[in-house]
RNA sequence: GCCCGCGUGGUGGAAUGGUAGACACAGGGGACUUAAAAUCCCUAGGCCUUGUGCCGUGCCGGUUCGAGUCCGGCCGCGGGUACCA
């Protein structure tokens, strides 16, 4: 007998499952198809144990629903647009097409070893010209059917390199190259009308019930759907021009707490006094510094001006209120002016607190009294009582006074109910190269002019170079001089690239007709749309998700898909994230130094490194280049083989969490395959009947609970347990009493088991124990619910909640005859200790009760 | 700041509101071996008065015959926060 030898063996089965052609997805109308897709990965350059789990779990369900009959379609692609190839291109010199498609082409190599049962010839970037050219065509139909327009939005600006930065690239407010303070400055860009779907997005949440509650949620909350009411301020002395203020508030029962009214720095009130008063233009000039991050703005410091200028209250004409301008107001949202009340908001109490303006309670709790130093804010379904409504009843929750207020506003003319969103249109224009171009051209004659269908694709120069900050585009001669599409005059190409989250948007569609010269193929959208099932990270929960929804009905808009896919994703899945350990050190100036897993020496929970120095251990970190704790999977397949990491990925931690690497973790996983592969050649070398009275029953007992619990666990994304359950299941066959026969039958099912997790392992017992054709193409086993059957149950009983003793009863024992046999155990009668039961509480199957 | 999660032995974790700690790692003990590796078996939350005893699922409180699980409030950690992908 020789041993487990998984590189042989894993090399030979996927050249098997290769020649078979097994994998190529192609459209069957008489067979049912399954769609399982993982997020595509970023080509960094090499793979990270984290996509090994994801595209793991992914192939787990493919080769289940494969074996379960189903045309199961499983691409792969790359998300190759976006920042780190110009950083690198920055950083090395080259272009970042060739940086892309050499880190593309390491991470197929290291991906093919894994075994996963992937249709490789869809594969696809979006870098490249027969995809960003579909996606073109699909902007230009968008932009027929009014789903895009420009407007003005702020980006981070850096003043010393001249150019727009990413939110990643602000550090505590300053450019991460130049240093210098950013602020936030307007440009115009282009918009997808993603607000317009504002409603329908959040309402077919509730149809998208394979989806996790928590990214329902979180959508539900990022849409943000508001009931307020808007109206406006009178000015005195109609100041500037201005004679009203619109305010938008969700607070309106609060109106009679008003104690300011605070308008964005980019309001056009703001704006006009900018003008003509340099005090006012410098502060807004302080508001405008930092990023444009919602995080930079809600967590700066609070900062307020007194323009002077002053209100009058709507139900009080003689009750005057100043207006500040603010720089936590944004003018994205609602009217960009707010009135402030104090007493029922905290960010209102400590703007009021540090200007010195009144706080007036509207309400108080039917209890004691509000709250010193803070604002009282309760909860919005709580009763109060209030002192300052407008007619409604004394007590009442916050929710029924909006409502009461709204109505009597509306009912005295102070403004009208209005619902808002807090979803903002989607801005697509990036002032970088590495995208996809938007293809239009700006005609001095003409203004802007789409480009024409059969110019497509808008691709990409070569020559260019990233030693200057900013877009190359801008200062390519020639690509950027263009001939009006529609005039033939002289026009200017836009240099605006899209957003990769556009790339992302559509992917899963293309897949499905890869090389088609139109954006998707009817009948092949119509077959293998939708997604079945979406696997990813849970850090995508709103923004890649939500765009993609509406890039789905867009396209079904413009005809690109059916209306079933208007959801594109049937069932979801977010998977943890793979952590690891940072090792670090300071340097002499207090700095981390980051250390390698291989340099350091664990020992009783410490670390050291080879010159003795005790490292400082940070548990459980998401892996991260910069932190040097990145664990390369291709070492550990090199070391153990594919199924090794396979194997260990899926165990022990539930997919939806987080898992922290250990080698002792991948250390096991192996000996385990290697034991089941050994118990497979011997159950292959043996023969003769039971040693024991029904040891093959017991056994293929157990083989059905087996392939019941396994079958569950796959099919629930509860992959650990179904891993638990097969180590328990190997653990029974191998101390099994058993048949030949039977321990045969029991191990080609151990195998069938594991096969989606382990496919080459499986592949190999498959035949040594004699299996028909290929395990991969095997019917998936059925557990028989007769075979099942025990006669007797024990149940444990409780007095008072506490566990007293236990039973053993017949499975069908009536409730009065458990009642009695529970209560003539010792130990319950101990513990009862004379008291009378009061109550004694059956729950069949599962556990007395005994109520003293 | 705001939104969404998560928190159970030395470690990863299991547990439709019903025996907390399945399964595994590390540890301890043993078998086999000249020895080692490999393999196999046993053991294993804490505490003490060793009783089928008490305590125990981040902390505090509540609902329930019964709470790791449901509710409220804290603490800690993670994800997102619209130009990282």
Not at 37 to 45: D, R, T
Not at 73 to 99: I, Q, R, S, V, Y
Not at 817 to 832: F, G, M, P, S, Y
Request: overall charge negative; hydrophobic content about 40%.
């Amino acid at each position: 007998m020789t041993r487990y030898d998984p590189a042989t063996i894993e090399a030979k089965w996927q050249k098997a499952w290769d020649d078979a052609g097994l994998f190529r997805a192609e459209r069957d109308p008489s067979r049912p198809k399954y769609y399982v897709l993982e997020m595509f990965p970023y080509p960094s350059g090499r793979i990270h144990i984290g996509h090994v789990r994801n595209y793991t779990m992914g192939d787990v369900v493919a080769r289940y629903k494969r074996s379960t009959g189903h045309n199961v379609l499983h691409p792969m692609g790359f998300d190759a647009f976006g920042m780190p190839a110009e950083n690198a291109a920055m950083a090395n010199g080259g272009h970042p097409k060739d940086w892309t498609y050499q880190n593309i082409d390491t991470m197929v190599g290291q991906m093919k070893p894994l075994g996963l049962s992937l249709d490789w010839s869809r594969m696809f970037a979006t870098c490249d010209p027969e995809y960003y050219g579909q996606q073109q065509a699909l902007f230009l139909d968008f932009l027929d059917k009014g789903l895009v327009y420009r407007k003005n939005a702020v980006v981070n600006w850096d003043p010393v390199d001249m150019t727009v930065l990413a939110n990643e690239q602000v550090e505590n407010g300053r450019g991460w190259r130049s240093g210098a303070v950013v602020e936030r400055r307007e440009l115009t860009q282009w918009f997808f009308r993603i607000s317009d779907m504002a409603d329908e997005l959040l309402e077919a949440l509730d149809g998208l019930d394979d989806w996790p509650a928590k990214v329902k949620t979180m959508q539900a909350n990022w849409i943000g759907k508001s009931r307020g009411l808007q109206f406006s301020f009178g000015v005195v002395d109609a100041a500037h021009g201005h004679d009203r203020i619109e305010v938008y508030t969700t607070r309106p029962d609060t109106l009679m707490g008003a104690s300011f009214v605070g308008i964005s720095p980019d309001h056009p009130l703001a704006k006009e006094l900018e003008r003509h008063d340099p005090e006012v233009a410098a502060f807004c000039e302080k508001a405008r510094q930092g990023g444009t991050t919602e995080e930079a703005i809600e967590t700066a410091e609070k900062l307020g001006y007194d323009t002077g200028i002053r209100v009058r209250h709507p139900f009080d004409t003689s009750w005057e209120l100043p207006v500040y301008i603010a720089n936590f107001i944004l003018m994205d949202y609602g009217t960009g002016a707010i009135f402030g009340c104090p007493a029922h908001d905290q960010r209102d109490f400590e703007f009021a607190t540090k200007y010195d303006l009144p706080i007036i309670p509207t309400f108080e709790p039917l209890e004691g009294a509000c709250p010193e130093g803070e604002a009282f804010v309760p909860m919005k379904s709580e009763k109060v009582r209030w002192i300052r409504g407008f007619g409604w009843d004394e007590e009442a929750s916050g929710q029924d006074a909006v409502n009461a207020a709204i109505a009597f506003c509306e009912a005295n003319g102070v403004g009208q109910g209005v619902t808002k969103f807090r979803l903002r249109d989607w801005g697509l224009s990036r002032q970088r190269f590495w995208g996809a171009p938007i293809p239009v051209v700006h005609c001095d004659s003409c203004g802007v002019v789409p480009e024409k269908k059969e110019n497509l694709p808008v691709e990409l120069p070569y020559d260019v170079s990233f030693d200057q900050p900013g877009n190359p585009l801008d200062r390519h001669p020639t690509w950027r001089n263009v001939s009006c599409p529609a005039c033939g005059g002289p026009a200017l190409r836009e240099t605006d690239t899209m957003d990769t989250f556009v790339d992302s948007s559509w992917y899963f569609a293309r897949f499905t007709a890869p090389e088609a010269d139109t954006p998707t193929v009817a009948e092949d959208v119509d077959y293998w749309m939708n997604v079945d099932q979406y696997i990813g990270g849970i850090e995508h929960a709103i923004l890649h998700l939500l765009y993609s929804r509406f890039f789905a009905r867009a396209m079904h808009l413009c005809g690109h898909l059916p209306a079933k896919s208007k959801e594109p994703f049937d069932a979801l899945f977010t998977q943890g994230m793979v952590t690891h350990a940072i090792f670090q050190t300071k340097d002499a100036n207090g700095r981390p130094v980051y250390h390698y897993p291989e340099d350091v020496d664990l020992r009783d929970g410490r670390g050291f490194l080879k010159d003795g120095t005790e490292v400082e251990i940070v548990p459980s970190a998401k892996m991260s280049k910069s932190k040097n704790n990145v664990v390369d999977p291709v070492a550990i397949i090199g070391q153990y083989g594919a199924d090794t990491a396979r194997w260990f990925v899926l165990s022990d931690s539930p997919p939806e969490r987080d898992v922290e690497w250990t080698a002792a973790g991948a250390e096991a996983a192996h000996k385990h395959l290697a034991r089941v592969w050994r118990i497979a050649a011997e159950v292959a070398e043996a023969s003769g009947e039971a040693t024991v009275q029904g040891a093959d029953e017991q056994l293929l007992r157990e083989m059905h609970k087996a392939i019941r619990d396994v079958t569950l666990g796959v099919e629930s994304f509860g992959f650990n347990a179904a891993i638990a359950k097969l180590y328990a299941f190997t653990n029974t066959l191998s101390k099994s009493q058993a048949g030949a026969r039977a321990k045969r039958e029991a191990a080609m099912v151990l195998a069938q088991l594991m096969s989606p997790m382990t496919p080459h392992l499986a592949e190999d017992v498959w035949a040594m124990l004699g299996g028909e054709g290929l395990i991969t193409e095997a019917r998936w086993p059925e557990a028989d619910e007769a075979m099942m059957v025990e006669d007797s149950v024990t149940l444990p009983i409780q007095v008072n909640g506490k566990r007293r003793g236990e039973i053993t009863v017949p499975k069908d024992m009536d409730q009065a005859e458990v009642e009695k046999a529970a209560l003539a155990v010792d130990n319950v009668q101990r513990a009862l200790d004379g008291a009378q039961p009061r109550k004694v509480i059956v729950v069949p199957g599962r556990i007395v009760n005994v109520v003293v």
